[in-house]
Nanobody, 114 residues
């Protein structure tokens, strides 16, 4: 029900903007976020934002990534700047409702390579 887009191949130091939108209206979304999973590793939180606007970032992306959301469109975005080789991963969006129901996107691949 979530469709993520914006991944691709970028050189180190480059930028990408990921987008994720719900294909239908989801009632009561509280937290929207982005996770990533590199080959052979677990899926980890990158950043999330509450309905009140409180954001949280992984230490590795602070000051480089920025998360934002559009509540009217049930959408979440991730602006990624100064990308590094270690940012290479499949990025997944997630939306969590007030009732604890989690929705996941299908993943979008980000490859940082020279």
């Amino acid at each position: 029900q979530l469709q993520a887009s914006g991944g691709g191949l970028v050189q180190p130091g480059g930028s990408l903007r990921l987008s994720c939108a719900a294909s239908r209206s989801i009632f009561g979304i509280n937290v929207m976020g982005w996770y990533r999973q590199a080959p052979g590793k677990q899926r980890d939180l990158v950043a999330d934002v509450t309905s009140g606007g409180t954001t949280r970032y992984a230490d590795s992306v602070k000051d480089r990534f920025a998360i934002s959301r559009d509540n009217a469109k049930n959408s979440v975005f991730l602006q990624m700047n100064n990308l590094k080789l270690e940012d290479t991963a499949v990025y997944y969006c997630k939306m969590l409702t007030n009732r604890g129901i989690a929705y996941w996107g299908q993943g979008t691949l980000v490859t940082v390579s020279s």
